[in-house]
C-alpha cells in the first residue's frame, strides 16, 4: 500500500520560500505521476502542479506559475515542490498526491484523479 507523507511546511515571511518533501513508502514512486494540491479554509481544493513519471515533464497552475519548480527524486521514492516568493494567498494546506497513470498535460493535475493521498502540511505566509 502506498504512503505519502508530506513536510517541510511552516510560517514564512512574504517574499520567503520554502521546500516541501513528499516522502513515499510501500512502493516506488517511479511509475506514478505525482501531484501537489492545496486548500485554504472555506476554499476548493486546488492543483498546483503534478509531474509525470515518464520524463519528468511538469505542469503548474497559473497562481504558481514561475514561482514554482517540482523535482523527484525516484531513488529516494520522494518528490519535491520549491515555492518561492511566497505571499499570503498561498497560505493553504498543501498535499500531495500520486497517480499510476501517465500523462502528458494539465489535465494530469485534476486532483479527483488522485488515489493516494498525504495528510497534508500547513504552510502560513505572514508577516
Known amino acids: 500500500q502506498l504512503q505519502l507523507v508530506e513536510s517541510g511546511g511552516g510560517l514564512v515571511q512574504p517574499g520567503g520560500s520554502l521546500r516541501l518533501s513528499c516522502a513515499a513508502s510501500?512502493?516506488?514512486?517511479?511509475?506514478?505521476?505525482i501531484g501537489w494540491f492545496r486548500q485554504a479554509p472555506g476554499q476548493e481544493r486546488e492543483a498546483i502542479s503534478c509531474?509525470?513519471?515518464?520524463?519528468?515533464?511538469?505542469y503548474f497552475a497559473d497562481s504558481v506559475k514561475g514561482r514554482a519548480t517540482v523535482s523527484r527524486d525516484n531513488a529516494k521514492n520522494a518528490v519535491y515542490l520549491q515555492l518561492n516568493g511566497l505571499k499570503p494567498e498561498d497560505t493553504a494546506v498543501y498535499y500531495c498526491?500520486?497517480?499510476?497513470?501517465?500523462?502528458?498535460?494539465?489535465?494530469?493535475?485534476?486532483?479527483?484523479?488522485?488515489?493516494?493521498w498525504g495528510r497534508g502540511t500547513q504552510v502560513t505566509v505572514s508577516s
Open positions: 498526491a500520486a497517480l499510476r497513470a501517465y500523462g502528458n498535460s494539465w489535465h494530469l493535475c485534476a486532483w479527483r484523479l488522485y488515489d493516494y
Open positions: 510501500g512502493v516506488t514512486l517511479d511509475s506514478y505521476a
Open positions: 509531474i509525470n513519471y515518464k520524463d519528468g515533464t511538469t
